[in-house]
């Protein structure tokens, strides 16, 4: 038994990207990059002794209102976004189970021919049977970010940790993309994050996360074995708490 099976069965949640499942530049779906993700999904959780749910964002299909460009209003736009997190949800969702573990796609919005409807019950009976619950639809309402989602859903389902992977190591006090100076931030607060507004989480996300005690941890998507570190408490990238 390693290690990470000896510790106490946690309920985690993790939040992803839509641009997890692209190269740089690309749109859409790569299928490498999905295939990839999917089976370090797939061993992290056959390896490790949690009940694993996961929020995925649809930046790679698309991305509200930037991509609106004014002539599509903000909520028909918030919309569409919704929508392309199912896409990536289903995408996923088959994914991981080629790799061999069960998975349920759980929406905000119905969409009976395809995915269940959310449902607190369900999806923690899920989980209990051994299953990867993916919730989609983000919150079922515009103006809010799949960020929220996440922040919700792991608040309804009582999750212990919100894992973040994101595309640099954790959260910085400015951009490392555009700060070479830029210093990684280990550990921080829910209200110094806020206070500081750093960059990494929306601000009514780390509210909600603040509000219900629920640490999130930050790290870095694209470093191999760090999905598998996160689910199994390693102290990777930044804590919020």
């Not at 929406?107 to 899920?126: D, G």
Request: aromatic residues 4%; proline residues 3%; contains cysteine.
């Amino acid at each position: 038994m390693t290690p990470c099976q000896q510790t106490k069965k946690k309920r985690i949640l993790l939040k992803l990207s839509g641009e997890a499942l692209i190269n740089e530049g690309q749109r859409g779906i790569n299928p490498q990059a999905l295939k990839e993700i999917a089976v370090e999904i797939a061993d992290a959780y056959k390896h490790s002794h949690c009940e694993l749910t996961i929020v995925i964002g649809g930046g790679n299909i698309w991305r509200g209102v930037r991509d609106g460009g004014g002539v599509i209003d903000r909520v028909n736009s918030d919309n569409m976004g919704m929508l392309a997190t199912v896409i990536n949800a289903i995408a996923l969702q088959s994914a991981i189970e080629d790799a061999g573990v069960p998975t349920r796609v759980l929406t905000s919005i119905n969409i009976y021919q395809l995915t269940e409807p959310f449902v607190r019950r369900k999806a923690v009976r899920h989980l209990e049977k051994g299953r990867i619950v993916i919730f989609a639809g983000g919150t079922g309402n515009p103006y809010f970010t799949t960020d929220s989602a996440a922040a919700l859903r792991a608040s309804e389902i009582n999750a212990n940790v919100l894992l973040k992977a994101t595309q640099v190591d954790g959260v910085y006090d400015s951009d490392p993309r555009k700060n070479p100076e830029a210093k990684l931030i280990h550990k921080i607060s829910y209200a110094d994050a806020i206070a500081k507004q750093l960059q990494f989480m929306d601000t009514a996300a780390l509210a909600l996360c603040m509000e219900n005690k629920l640490p999130i941890q930050v790290f870095n998507l694209h470093k191999k074995g760090n999905i598998k570190k996160a689910l199994c408490g390693e102290e990777i990238g930044t804590v919020i708490y």
